[in-house]
């Protein structure tokens, strides 16, 4: 990884750009298959511990808004002092959450285990999402979904490892994944070093401008509706992330793998949405894709509690699509609104998205609990209509050629 990240008589743009980008999103699957194992493995957990849903909702919650809670203000202090060496240090945190939840013997070992999870995550988003920016050649949208999509693949690859990893071999295998902590360590370490070298080549230039582009009032109003965008996002992914596998067992009595194998296709689905969003917002503009991707989910959202167990997998597909084509635009139309404050952005909307789907666990489960599952979906099914708020964002694509 060293060789291939250092620095070279090309342009950063030929080489080194795609490499480190593909380096931290490298890093990025690797981190957030950690995350997603554990969700993967709540009807495991749900039978061995005698656990009911809200407890499976207070796991989520547990890494979730651990992480929500360390994002913005790592990201606050990361955007006036670079911490390079914090990426590999955020990986080792996730490593000692997977041996704690592998070795875990009480439901408080397992919470604690979460936490750690999502201590790691904090850690490392802000400062990974400012790499990928230092790394995008001025193509900010294509960057940030090769980031993101890392983290969806890495996020899809959770259930399919749990279904033939751990559910197979017990709970101690969770143990085994602290090997892709090591291997993200070790990536990161390489990148952190290009992320010195790079400050170091680029400390005699001007710092770029902080300049809000609109008054600050309505750049407050733009980032509060973007907020709302994550949470209708997040909360419907939440459901089905957390949830879709007791669904589809409950309602098409399905076998556990069976149930793993069609979440697999949804994450999958959902990793190729976010891969297309960020180029699509550089070339039709951010607020485009957002319009497409949170109201044009709705019709899909609103039949997918009425359709057989095939269209339920065509559904959940094309709803996964859609909905993460949104992420990577909100974020690059955050930073815009917020010029030089990479590191507050990735921690606000990074750390909310994981807020608001723990928050969002934790109710939908007590839901589940007094009114049933089938209950949750229909209930969800209507989030979507929340995008019609993105009317009211501006436009800052005719703001920059004023």
């Known amino acids: 990884m060293a060789d291939i990240i250092a620095p070279s008589q090309r342009t950063a743009k030929e080489t080194v750009t795609y490499a480190v980008l593909m380096g931290i ?11 997603s194992v554990l969700l993967a493995i709540y009807p495991m957990l749900k039978a061995t511990y005698s656990l009911s849903f809200w407890q499976i909702g207070l796991l989520t919650m547990a890494f979730q808004v651990t992480a929500s809670l360390l994002q913005p203000l ?22 000692v959450g997977l041996v704690l939840l592998g070795w875990a013997e009480s439901y408080a070992a397992l919470l604690v285990g979460s936490c750690f999870v999502g201590f790691g995550s904090a850690i490392f988003h802000p400062e990974a999402s400012r790499v990928a920016r230092m790394a995008s050649g001025g193509r900010h949208g294509l960057a940030q979904s090769l980031f993101q999509v890392g983290g969806n693949l890495g996020t899809a690859s959770g259930p399919l490892l ?20 090591l291997v993200g360590m070790v990536l990161l370490w390489n990148i952190s070093g290009w992320y010195v070298r790079t400050n170091r080549a680029n400390a005699g230039k001007p710092k770029p401008s902080r300049e809000l582009p609109l008054p600050r009032h309505k750049v407050l109003m733009a980032i509060g509706l973007l907020a709302m965008l994550v949470f209708t996002k997040h909360v419907y992914s939440t459901s089905l ?24 296709v949804f994450l999958g689905a959902t ?30 959202t609103l039949a997918l509690p009425y359709v057989d167990l095939f269209w339920t997998g ?13 992420f990577p635009a909100i974020v690059v139309f955050a930073q815009d609104l917020l010029p030089g404050r990479v590191g507050l952005v990735a921690g606000l909307f990074f750390g909310f998205a994981f807020g608001m789907g723990g928050i969002g666990a934790a109710v939908l489960g007590v839901l589940a609990d007094s009114k049933g599952i089938d209950y949750v979906y229909s209930l969800t099914s209507f989030m979507p209509l929340l995008g019609l708020a993105t009317v009211f964002l501006p436009n800052l694509k005719a703001k920059r050629k004023a």
């Open 162 to 181: 749990a279904a033939f990893i751990v559910v197979p071999r017990g709970q101690g295998s969770i143990g085994w994944f602290s090997v892709v902590a």
């Open 241 to 264: 992330t957390s949830y879709y596998t007791f669904f589809l067992i409950h309602k098409f009595e399905v076998s556990l793998q069976t149930s793993q194998i069609l979440l697999f």
């Open 314 to 326: 065509v559904l959940t597909a094309v709803i996964g699509f859609i909905m993460a084509s949104a």
């Open 271 to 300: 990793a190729f949405g976010t891969l297309m969003g960020g180029p699509l917002g550089d070339r039709f503009g951010s607020k485009t894709v957002i319009w497409f991707s949170i109201l044009g989910a709705l019709p899909f």
């Open 74 to 95: 790592i990201g606050l202090y990361t955007d006036k002092r670079s911490l390079p060496y914090s990426l590999p240090a955020g990986m080792a945190c996730s490593l």
């Open 25 to 35: 999103s490298i890093c990025h699957l690797l981190n957030d298959v950690m995350q």
